[in-house]
């Protein structure tokens, strides 16, 4: 088929010769999501070591593991300024140099503090990833395929979890199922740390040889050079000074919302930012990264064994693969509101039943056969059902449910809290499970149960509405 062809009537019939490059450029940008993923989760096959070597109690160890996520916070505030001032490309080169620096700081600590420190440059990464990704994706895509290729980057976070926990599976056989025994000179939980720089060179590499957002080029006065890119992106046969004139006058359209515009009503915000933090924070109150910070130490402290522990750490990633595959497949075909009430009720049954395994006394530092395989499965299954609606729901909600005067601004609110509500579950996990496993779970199922009645009740479907139909 020609390029010819493509950018004829008929050319949705087939595939553009063009379409090659667009998915090789939409991939390379998706690596920042695979580390997003896999910096997010390598972290679980660290614990236990770095509370053995450091000595630490829960709360300590819980601010460690979690301080990453405030510099993620930080990351996703400032990204998109300074992409606006330096250009999309050099970001991802900013997060992949924050990447790097970390991996190779996380494996070589001197002591606690700085390898705090470099959880929260590498956190900065994962929020400056989590921004610039999406957004660079979306305005290189072109229209007629921008919702598949938009979906690389939620791909690329459960990919890279996945990819992170196998890894540590088969670093931690390797040291004997020891994760402080002695691989290449450094202990296996610094190694599973370490290996990250491999995953940040090749997302820098990338960096090097995809294009600047056409956007970006137009903005800074450069729509020679945007052109170049919108052939490379669209076929040459698109009609380029219609395309520069139609960003042209987008950007010139645009309202900047601002935080300012989206305060009112009775408590301070605006209805419909409410529910979208309330759709953040109910996302990560169910304890979703529970199953992926501490999932190794988890199974161990119910007598699972640490190689076992590894194992099934990446069986739930390859569980959360498989439900955010169904969630692609059905979000545009159900609708996100009945996918978000099936996740709930899923949810909250898995972890209610989770809970009432590990009720059980352990025996012989184990817990009873049937309880054990039970907590399993239930384990296994509230990751399904996560996966397959609020994991990807959410984050089409609020990327559909703002008018758009408010769209931006409201989406940075909605993001933080969710950063906010992630950190403030995985820094308490360690504290709330010295007190009562089953109390915890028991807290993460009610949340599950209550977000039943908070979507029956605010959120409104968006599926098949335009955005400019958003009030």
Do not use: C
């Not at 090789?24 to 770095?50: E, R, W």
């Not at 979208?276 to 169910?286: A, K, N």
């Not at 599950?448 to 958003?470: D, H, Q, Y």
Request: hydrophobic content about 55%; proline content about 3%.
């Amino acid at each position: 088929m020609t390029t010819a062809q493509a950018s004829s009537p008929g050319a949705h019939q087939g595939r553009p010769e063009h379409l090659g490059r667009v998915i090789f450029i939409t991939a390379a940008a998706a690596m920042g999501g695979f580390l997003f993923g896999y910096d997010s989760a390598v972290i679980n096959g660290a614990v236990g070591a770095i509370a053995d070597k450091y000595d630490i109690g829960s709360g300590a160890l819980g601010q460690v593991i979690a301080i990453g996520l405030l510099g993620a916070a930080i990351g996703a505030a400032i990204a998109g300024r300074i992409a606006d001032r330096i250009g999309r490309i050099r970001v991802m080169q900013i997060a992949a140099v924050l990447f790097f620096i970390s991996a190779i700081g996380s494996a070589l600590p001197f002591a606690l503090w700085d390898l705090a420190m470099w959880r929260v440059f590498g956190g900065i990464g994962i929020g400056m990833a989590s921004v610039i990704g999406p957004a660079y994706i979306a305005e290189v895509a072109p229209k007629e395929y921008r919702g598949r290729l938009g979906s690389f980057q939620q791909a690329g976070i459960v990919i890279g979890i996945a990819i992170s926990q196998l890894v540590n599976w088969g670093l931690l056989n390797w040291a004997g199922g020891d994760d402080r025994g002695k691989l290449m000179g450094l202990e296996a939980w610094q190694v599973m740390l370490g290996i990250m720089v491999i995953p940040a060179a090749v997302y820098g590499l990338f960096s090097f040889v995809i294009p600047e957002s056409p956007r970006y080029l137009i903005s800074v006065g450069k729509s020679d050079e945007a052109k170049k890119i919108l052939t490379e992106v669209e076929g040459k046969d698109a009609d380029l000074d219609a395309r520069v004139a139609e960003i042209e006058h987008a950007m010139r359209s645009e309202h900047k919302s601002t935080f300012k515009d989206l305060l009112g009503g009775s408590f301070l915000f605006l209805p419909i930012v409410w529910i979208g933090i309330g759709l953040s924070v109910f996302q990560q109150f169910v304890g979703i990264n529970v199953a992926f910070y501490y999932s190794s130490t988890l199974w161990q402290s119910v007598g699972i064994d640490p190689s076992d522990s590894f194992f099934y750490s990446f069986t739930t990633s390859i569980v959360n693969i498989i439900g955010t595959v169904i969630a692609m497949y059905l979000v545009d075909r159900v609708g996100r509101k009945p996918l978000a009430l099936v996740g709930s009720a899923g949810m909250a049954v898995a972890l209610a039943v989770t809970a009432w395994a590990f009720s059980y006394d352990l025996v012989d530092g184990k817990l009873p056969n049937t309880q054990g395989v039970i907590a399993l499965v239930a384990a296994h299954t509230f990751v399904l059902f996560f996966a397959l609606s609020w994991g990807v729901v959410v984050w089409v909600f609020l990327g559909e449910m703002f008018p758009n005067k408010i769209r931006a601004a409201a989406l940075g609110v909605a993001a933080a809290a969710q950063w906010i509500a992630n950190w403030a579950i995985t820094a308490s996990f360690p504290s709330l499970s010295d007190w009562s496993l089953t109390g915890s779970y028991i807290i993460y199922a009610a949340f599950a149960a209550l977000s039943i009645p908070f979507v029956l009740k605010f959120v409104k479907e968006t599926k098949g509405k335009a955005l400019e139909e958003m009030g």
